[in-house]
C-alpha cells in the first residue's frame, strides 16, 4: 500500500495505491496522523489506484470523517472503482461521504 500526500493551501490529497488491508492500515499509520491533522480543511481520498479495502481500511475512512467533523473540515471521496463503490454500498458508507 503506498499513499502519497500533497497539501495546496486548506486542502489535503491522498492518493491511495494498492490494497488497504489490515496489515497495510497499520502500516500507514503515520499517512493517517498527517490526514488527521489537516482536518480543519478539506481531505480529498484519491482511489483511482485503491484495489482492495477491508474492513480495517474503512475504519480509517470513518475515523478521517470524524476528525474532519469535529475540526469543520470535509472529506472527499474522489474516482472510486466499481469494486470499491460495490463495499461502499454495501456498508453504507456511500451515504456517510461525499463521492466524487
Not at 3 to 14: F, L, P, S
Not at 35 to 50: F, R, S
Not at 52 to 68: E, V
Amino acid at each position: 500500500m503506498e499513499v502519497i500526500i500533497t497539501k495546496q493551501e486548506n486542502e489535503v490529497t491522498a492518493q491511495l495505491r494498492g490494497r488497504l488491508d489490515t496489515p497495510a492500515s497499520q502500516d500507514i499509520a503515520n499517512d493517517v496522523e498527517t490526514l488527521v491533522g489537516a482536518a480543519g480543511g478539506t481531505i480529498i481520498l484519491d482511489c483511482t489506484e485503491l484495489e482492495y479495502i477491508s474492513s480495517s481500511g474503512l475504519r480509517i475512512f470513518l475515523t478521517l470523517r470524524k476528525a474532519a467533523a469535529e475540526k469543520g473540515g470535509t472529506v472527499i471521496v474522489r474516482n472510486i472503482t466499481p469494486a470499491i463503490r460495490s463495499v461502499f454500498m454495501m456498508t453504507g458508507f456511500l451515504n456517510l461521504f461525499e463521492i466524487q
